[in-house]
């Protein structure tokens, strides 16, 4: 979905990071989402371009290699999303990412993911348990293989270009281990 940089037309919005108003005449980064109370139609989430380089950072690149506007302390704004970008954490699924805790268990063997190792995230599926959960569950690099379906190469293809931050020669051990 397309992101924006605009100036604030009032004082009215708040950044949807720091929860502090927006004020009138500021620039803002406005990421589209889908309006939950009606179909079809968008409406963005507002950030300040500070808050927005630390949380968003690469919807704010984008929007900035895309905006008209004059952006006061852009050099800045870059330095921060460098830093930032390193520590994103994807947001579509499916996903490879690094285990930042060892708590979360693989869905395929029910074994303890390791801090630090690769791991894949997929779509949460309803399990029957009597308290359903959404979002991402995650699996071995070895476990993955058995959630690929039909075209492995697909899946692999999808979750490459959803995944931040993975070293490539993680993203090839993946890609030999789907086509096993």
């Known amino acids: 979905m397309p992101s924006i940089i605009e100036t604030a037309k009032t004082g009215r919005a708040g950044c949807r990071t720091c929860k502090t108003p927006i004020g009138k005449g500021e620039l803002r980064f406005g990421e589209e989402v889908p309006n939950a109370f009606s179909a079809g139609e968008m409406t963005y989430n507002w950030h300040h371009l500070a808050c927005a380089a630390k949380k968003k950072p690469s919807a704010l690149k984008e929007a900035l290699d ?89 899946f692999f293809e999808r979750v490459k270009a959803n995944s931040k931050n993975v070293e490539m020669k993680d993203m090839q051990e993946l890609e030999a281990a789907l086509q096993a």
């Open 66 to 154: 895309s905006t008209d506007q004059t952006v006061p302390d852009k050099e800045e704004l870059l330095k921060a999303i460098e830093v930032n970008a390193k520590t994103e954490k994807p947001t579509v699924l499916p996903y490879a990412e690094y285990a930042p805790t060892a708590r979360a268990a693989c869905i395929g063997c029910t074994e303890k993911i390791e801090k630090g190792h690769l791991r894949v995230a997929i779509e949460s599926e309803d399990d029957g348990s009597p308290f359903p959960r959404s979002g991402p569950r995650y699996l071995h690099v070895a476990c993955a293989v058995d959630h690929a379906g039909d075209d492995p190469d697909e």
